[in-house]
């Protein structure tokens, strides 16, 4: 059984003035960490990925799905049983200066983690603890303590961040863009760090829009776009040999030193599969990487394709593409499926018992219109 378990997870807001129109953020989202490992969700920016680790935390409610750890299903404990909860899963969050009030010194986030878990612990004994924490994340207690937050750098705020979670042996860390914020040099101490708790096996789940980080760093990646999973596997055939068309371009789009951009652009209009409907050329074979063609399609209404943008990244013709009907995908509303909210399904075909090769989903079938 694996840690964590995310099982068609999905979450939709309300939208407009008056609350009265809907906006799903994540659709039916499945995959699984393991102790000790490290699963980067990369996507660009709106894609769903600072959603789910909410949700995991309990600080958003979900809309359908599950999220099991250890068993047990987190979105169905109350608020009193989030205590002995969160003393296994902790969050750090993108931007560290928001994290400290200003008036109080850096370290008063040891202090209030000290009164609600290690009350009985004499002054010494926390001291050490803390001080075990300082040393794990590569920090010199004497350059931390008893500064206030200004005074020190953004790499030493995050990593008292990190150390605050390892106070509480936490079998789970969600990193969400914890170093999109920091500079180079500082990003590679924090990613360091990281790898170096992951062998003492700390489980991370790394949401960045960097793919060159979550390359770095993960064991396996999860691309989502629009809300859902696109394609997982091992990060090095996700990487190395990407099947779906979306995953491709976001590989393309990485800026390169020795490029100028005109020759990537004429690269991503060569590549296969965008406007062509679907994961045209998949190359089955090539990795063991679990491909979905739904939340990522570079089709609209009509067959007509979308334009892609100089970075890759973003379509011009903004919103996700149409529900899919037929045979592989959900069932439709008549079949007894809910008619609300409207997802894309993201259960994934296995690979070939028989062979390494991927398996993508079939051709998608004409939508029907919601």
Not at 142 to 169: C, E, M, T, W, Y
Not at 315 to 328: E, H, S
Request: hydrophobic residues 35%; contains cysteine; charged residues 20%.
């Amino acid at each position: 059984m694996s840690m964590l378990e995310i099982d068609k997870l999905s979450k939709v807001y309300k939208s407009g003035t008056f609350g009265g129109g809907m906006k799903p953020a994540l659709r039916q989202v499945s995959f699984n960490i393991d102790q000790g490992e490290v699963v980067s969700l990369i996507g660009e920016s709106g894609s769903g990925k600072s959603t789910l680790g909410k949700i995991i935390l309990r600080l958003l409610s979900a809309s359908g799905g599950r999220v099991l750890f250890d068993g047990t299903d987190i979105l169905g404990l109350k608020p009193s049983q989030l205590h002995d909860y969160y003393r296994n899963v902790q969050g750090v969050f993108q931007d560290p200066f928001s994290s400290y009030n200003p008036l109080y010194k850096a370290d008063r986030v040891f202090e209030l983690v000290r009164q609600e878990y290690f009350g009985h612990l004499s002054q010494q004994q926390w001291d050490e603890k803390v001080q075990a924490a300082l040393e794990t994340v590569a920090l010199n207690p004497a350059d931390v303590i008893n500064k206030f937050p200004h005074q020190l750098s953004g790499g030493q705020q995050q990593r008292l961040l990190v150390a605050r979670a390892l106070l509480l042996d936490v079998k789970l860390l969600i990193a969400d863009e914890i170093i999109s914020m920091l500079d180079a040099s500082t990003r590679v101490d924090v990613l360091n760090m990281l790898v170096a708790l992951k062998r003492k096996g700390l489980a991370v789940l790394f949401i960045t829009h960097d793919l060159s980080l979550g390359n770095y760093i993960s064991d396996r990646t999860v691309i989502l776009r629009y809300g859902a999973v696109v394609e997982m596997g091992d990060t090095e055939k996700v990487f190395g040999h990407p099947q779906h068309p979306y995953t491709r371009h976001l590989l393309t789009a990485v800026p390169q030193l020795h490029r100028r951009w005109q020759a990537a652009d004429a690269e991503r209009n060569a590549a296969d599969g965008l406007g062509a409907g679907g994961a045209k050329g998949s190359g089955a074979g090539m990795t063991g990487a679990q491909v979905s063609t739904f939340g990522a399609d570079a089709s609209s209404g009509g067959g007509q394709s979308q334009r892609y943008s100089k970075s890759g990244l973003h379509p011009r013709k903004a919103g996700p593409p149409p529900v899919p009907t037929g045979p592989g995908t959900l069932a439709s509303a008549s079949e007894g499926a809910p008619a609300w909210p409207p997802c894309w399904p993201t259960t994934l075909l296995p690979r070939s018992s028989s062979s390494n090769q991927a398996t993508s989903w079939p051709s998608k079938s004409k939508a029907s219109s919601k």
